[in-house]
T-cell receptor, first 114, second 113 residues
Framework: DAGITQSPRHKVTETGTPVTLRCHQT?????MYWYRQDPGHGLRLIHY???????DKGEVSDGYSVSRSKTEDFLLTLESATSSQTSVYFC?????????????FGDGTRLSIL | AQSVTQLGSHVSVSEGALVLLRCNYS??????LFWYVQYPNQGLQLLLK??????LVKGINGFEAEFKKSETSFHLTKPSAHMSDAAEYFC???????????FGTGTRLTIIP
């Protein structure tokens, strides 16, 4: 999606190291989300934000933290990466929660933790 | 609580044949329902969404879905499959005022030449 940039697109790191993934949007949307995608599980919500400095947990938030200091940026941090956090991570944005405000997704970050 | 179940993690159809991908939902309030498609190494793209105005919803690329409250279903169909339809498809549910989407586990569609 042209309005959402995830960085890095690929990363390989070692167990126990900190990792930060960045999501940047140019749409000025209020809501931003982090998901992880794993085979057999679909997409599962990690954390989301409903405004600057306003965040909340999703269904698989353990081991992850987020920050949103600007409307356009939403950071996902793994404080001490574990092999179970090897996954593909997607950022999504939406204007609001109405039916005509669906979520739009970035192209993902493939994270491998050895 | 809300959830969706996608029946069949893998579906194969011949080129030109009917595509039918199944989705059943569970929601205690009137649902918003969505189908997303994911091509290899890409993010999810919205195919279509259910509005209460019409039970038959038309989306992009010739896909459509029918909302059936009595069956709690929102199955995705396309009359004639193309090779370019090969992808993974996700059904998702939400509801009014809820900022969170709940996704199904996905169905990988393979098109046989």
């Amino acid at each position: 999606d042209a309005g959402i940039t995830q960085s890095p697109r690929h990363k390989v790191t070692e167990t126990g190291t900190p990792v930060t993934l960045r999501c940047h949007q140019t749409e000025n949307h209020r809501y931003m989300y982090w998901y992880r995608q794993d085979p057999g599980h679909g997409l599962r919500l990690i954390h989301y934000s409903y405004g600057v400095k306003d965040t909340d947990k999703g269904e698989v938030s353990d081991g992850y933290s987020v920050s949103r200091s600007k409307t356009e940026d939403f950071l996902l941090t793994l404080e001490s990466a574990t092999s179970s956090q090897t996954s593909v991570y997607f950022c999504a944005i939406s204007e609001g929660t109405g039916l005509n405000q669906p979520q739009h997704f970035g192209d993902g970050t493939r994270l491998s933790i050895l | 609580a809300q959830s969706v179940t996608q029946l069949g993690s893998h579906v194969s159809v011949s080129e030109g044949a009917l595509v039918l991908l199944r989705c059943n939902y569970s929601s205690s309030v009137p649902p918003y329902l969505f189908w997303y498609v994911q091509y290899p190494n890409q993010g999810l793209q919205l195919l279509l969404k259910y509005t209460s105005a019409a039970t038959l919803v038309k989306g992009i690329n010739g896909f459509e879905a029918e909302f059936k409250k009595s069956e709690t279903s929102f199955h995705l169909t396309k009359p004639s499959a193309h090779m370019s339809d090969a992808a993974e498809y996700f059904c998702a549910v939400s509801y009014f005022g809820n900022e969170k989407l709940t996704f199904g586990t996905g169905t990988r569609l393979t098109i046989i030449p």
